[in-house]
């Protein structure tokens, strides 16, 4: 304070100083990495806590459809009624809708462009539609009983209205449509001999919001989708041997399963050991696994979903449990020859996610085997026979880790994919280190975003996360493994555990079936933890800023005690932790907080003891994504 007054009162001595003292101060607050983020301003919808606000709103879409497959042509007929609820303060003169089998169109922008696969560590995920080239024939489209004038835009659809939709009403869309089942559906849907895996196969509402308006990205493949929530009531009629598995609650068992399916369904309730609903022996075998040798309509509902999927086989082998409650269930091929520990794998996911962040809100978690390479819906996800255990338990619980991100916290993944992809991704590692606990796999798995890191941050190839993910080239770091990373950070390094497990399940409970924005996330972890993290998430969210941290030299004060020059040489910001040790071999560790930076790149640590130093290093855990290690210890020669 002194200093600071005398510095003033010698300007106003000498005026000449006054344009150069706010030229530097101008330059310092600009390059400060403590400097607020620049995020909309809050509202009564969105609170500066990161919360919903008093007039928070969203709009409900409400689904009834009925569907008859055709296994002989692989063709899908369906006819669907929308009840759309304007819960906004606007009144809407048309409405958007996603029409996603049009991403198949001969000229659609995924079949023009014949985009490259993109590789997951072992697993190709092909956004293509594989050859195939055809669109859905939508036979009619109504507007409350009404012809409706529609426009198709690639993927999206727009459909006019005869007046605006006011605040607080209702409208009924109906839509009648038949498609043929491609072989390979941009990775998420498709056939594979008898067995089809359905997804994305009716008109779905775009998401209108507060923050955008309309949501109409087109879908291309890379980016996945972003829909409101409301009940289905959907009725599917199959061939006679097929057995269904679907989102939401089967209503009509008596009708579509034999009674020794019902028996063991029953008891599958009640045990925590899988039951075998559909043996081995009897897979495939409609005399034993099929009441009847004529189509049956499967009948299904769910209350507060956001999409609605399902798949269908003649051959699957069926097992089922209880975990607190919740109808565990697997089914797959006699071929899938990993998929004999499935079950197990599937509980522990869903026991682990449900302990440990927010419980499992549905009555059933359901995946089944099939060629889609890993898909999430609303109790249901498509996982394929994968080629090792540890790979099979990877991905059928990061699938079953999508029922949090984004099936309950409804963020727009088609625009912020490390809010669902590596949000979930966080979340796995912990239940993968868990389940191959004390094998080298189990061991290693949760250091592996750091690994990583040197490989998919390199200068100038590197994108910031919240770059939209049809852009990305490298989507596996940057929708992936680099959000899981900064979370691993944060909690470690930043929060530590307890604070920072309060303020994420604080995130989850808040936005459940709820759409919070990136703007939302960081308000509440800051609000939760009582932390200011804007300076973290500007580097690991809206830039590609790189770490490293650096022990310059040690000296000796006046009083003998060593004298410790620290240097942030990089452009990352974060908190050190030094180890020290001393001449008589014994040391300390010390953890610095993130505020040793307020004053600039450069650090003075004195050390409390007169102890003879030999070595310092910082980041001796190596914990940090330090990505030059040669400048990080000091040693006495």
């Known amino acids: 304070m002194q200093a600071r007054y005398r510095v003033f009162v010698g300007c106003l001595a000498f005026f000449a100083c006054r344009p150069a003292l706010r030229a530097q101060s101008a330059s310092v607050a600009d390059s400060s990495p403590f400097r607020r983020l620049d995020l909309p301003a809050p509202n009564e919808q969105r609170t500066g806590a990161g919360r919903p ?10 689904y009834r459809i009925t569907a008859s497959l055709d296994s002989s042509k692989n063709e899908l007929r369906g006819h669907e009624t929308i009840r759309y609820s304007n819960r906004s303060p606007d009144a809407l003169p048309y409405l958007w809708l996603f029409v996603e089998q049009n991403i198949c169109a001969p000229n659609s922008i995924t079949n023009v462009l014949n985009q490259p696969p993109l590789v997951f560590g072992d697993i190709s995920f092909d956004f293509s539609c594989g050859g195939f080239t055809g669109r859905p024939t939508m036979e009619s489209a109504k507007v409350n009983g009404v012809d409706a004038k529609r ?10 209205l005869p007046k605006p939709l006011a605040p607080g009403a209702t409208v009924e869309l109906e839509f009648t449509w038949h498609f043929t089942v491609p072989e390979q559906g941009v990775g998420r849907m ?9 997804a994305q196969w009716y008109p779905r509402m775009v998401v209108y919001d507060d923050v955008r308006g309309w949501n109409h990205e ?9 829909l409101e929530y409301g009940n289905f009531d959907v009725e599917l009629t199959v061939p006679a041997s097929y057995i269904v598995a679907a989102t939401g609650e089967l209503r009509n068992p008596t009708v579509v399963l034999t009674v020794a399916e019902q028996k063991l369904l029953a008891l599958a309730h009640t045990t925590d050991s899988a039951v075998s609903i559909i043996p081995r022996e009897q897979a495939g075998d409609p005399r034993w696994t099929r009441p009847g040798h004529h189509p049956f309509t499967w009948h299904f509902t769910a209350a507060n979903v956001r999409d609605f999927a399902w798949a269908a086989a003649p051959n699957w082998i069926w097992e089922a449990s209880n975990v607190n409650g919740i109808l565990i269930e697997t089914l797959y091929r006699p071929s899938a020859d990993k998929w004999p520990e499935a079950h197990r794998m599937a509980r522990g996911a869903i026991k ?3 302990d440990q962040w927010y419980p499992y809100p549905y009555s059933h978690a359901t995946t089944v085997e099939g ?25 059928l619980a990061h699938e079953f880790g999508h029922e949090w991100f984004p099936m309950i916290v409804g963020s727009n993944e088609r625009l912020y994919p490390w809010m669902d992809e590596g949000f979930n991704t966080f979340i796995d590692l912990h239940n993968a280190a868990e389940y191959f606990k004390g094998t080298p796999y189990g061991d290693t798995i949760e250091v592996n975003p750091l690994h990583l890191a040197a490989e998919h941050t390199k200068p100038g190839q590197e994108q910031p996360l919240i770059t939209n993910p049809t852009e990305v080239r490298d989507l596996m770091w940057v929708g992936y493994e680099k959000p899981a990373l900064m979370l691993q950070t944060l909690r470690f390094e930043v ?6 497990d309060a303020a994420f399940r604080d995130y989850i409970r808040t936005w459940a079936f709820k759409h919070p924005t990136p703007a939302d996330f960081f308000r509440l972890m800051r609000d939760a933890s009582g932390m200011d993290l804007d300076w973290f998430w500007r580097d690991w969210v809206f830039t590609t800023a790189r770490l490293d941290q650096a022990v310059d030299s040690v000296t000796t004060d006046s009083a003998g005690h060593a004298v410790i020059h620290l ?15 001393y001449d008589d071999g014994l040391s300390d560790t010390v953890r610095l907080p993130v505020e040793m930076w307020n004053l600039g790149k450069v650090f003075v640590y004195h050390v409390p003891t007169a102890k003879r130093v030999r070595k310092v290093e910082v980041d001796p855990r190596r914990v940090l994504p330090d990505y030059n290690r040669t400048n990080n210890a000091w040693e006495r020669r």
């Open 567 to 581: 240097s942030n040489r990089g452009t990352m910001t974060m908190p050190a932790e030094l180890r020290i040790t």
């Open 190 to 198: 498709g056939r594979d001999g008898a067995l089809v895996e359905m």
């Open 352 to 354: 682990y996610f449900s």
């Open 495 to 500: 929060l530590g555990e307890e604070r920072f």
């Open 371 to 395: 060629p889609v390479q890993g898909m999430e819906y609303p109790m249901l996800t498509f996982v394929p026979n994968n080629s090792s255990r540890e790979t099979q338990q990877w991905d």
């Open 218 to 226: 087109p879908y291309i493949g890379a980016g996945e989708f972003y």
């Open 53 to 62: 606000g008093p007039r928070y709103w969203q709009q409900r879409v409400d």
């Open 151 to 160: 426009t198709n835009y690639g993927t999206t659809m727009r459909v006019d």
